[in-house]
């Protein structure tokens, strides 16, 4: 089942609320004892968590087919960065990582029930209700295996928009009138709060094709003064991109960053789009994102508008802080 995303949750009766943690979406099948983990895609999982699928083989139940998310906590918060570490082709660095950051899986639906029965035909508070009476039965405190919350009320959920900030990746609303509606974006809506935050340019990458800026690569200050690259945009409009070129050309100069630089070319990458050219630390721009963490903007950020007001010393990773720690302490809790 996938997910509409949208710009304000819906209200109504006909909804409840789970919040969007921050992971890899994962099937999880168990027949006769066996257990097989797939990727949304159908990309197999179990080498990449193994001891999730020990948790899963360990349960009571014989037979399912379980829909959640797996998440790496890391301390009180959770760490997309480590998850991202597991999809690793070495077996002992993978059988390393589960051993000293074990991952849980964060159930939200029950496809196929303990006794073989299908359940996607009945409506989402059925199959709700049959999945509490299967963690209630299966999975005790201490595993790995956890119920995603739940909430009915829209207050609820802006209450974890408000109180969860910036360790919350958005809040997903579900039809709870509905049969499992596979392969269809009409059961499901997702909502993720957008940021803004004032960036230092301390760069720029000409684009692939044309001698025009293809992205400006965004910096921010930490409290020793040193500007770590964070992230780029690459949302500028074409008509702008000449003029724009002719002003950063003019700004050139070394290091740019003084802290993380940017990387070379990736495996994925041309040698030219791995190029990078280093600015003066004059220009400031804020830019719109959905999730910082590991040091970065997780996705490429929107440019919203220069900022020729505002110093670039302030521009500071204090802008980005992680406003809770929360969402792990959600995963604990026994309801």
Known sequence: MEAKLVAELPTGGEWHYEPKFDGFRCLAFKDNGEVDLRSKSGQPFNRYFPEVAAALGALPARRFVLDGELVVPEGDALSFDELLMRIHPAQSRVARLAREHPAFFVVFDLLVDEKGKALVAEPLDQRRAALERFIERNADADSLVRLAPRAIERGDADEWLESLGTGLDGIMAKRRDLPY????????QKFKRMRSADCVVGGFRYAAKAPVVGSLLLGLYDGAGLLHHVGFSSSIK????PALTKKVEALVK?????????????R???????????LATELVVEVQYDHFSGGRFRHGTKFLRWRPDKAPAQCTMAQVAQESQIPVKLLLERK
């Open 181 to 188: 509606q596979s392969g269809e974006r009409t059961g499901m």
């Open 238 to 241: 074409a008509e702008a991109k």
């Open 254 to 266: 070394e290091p740019g960053f003084t802290g993380n630089r940017p990387g070379g070319p990736s």
């Open 268 to 278: 994925w990458s041309t040698e030219r789009s791995g190029e990078w050219q280093p």
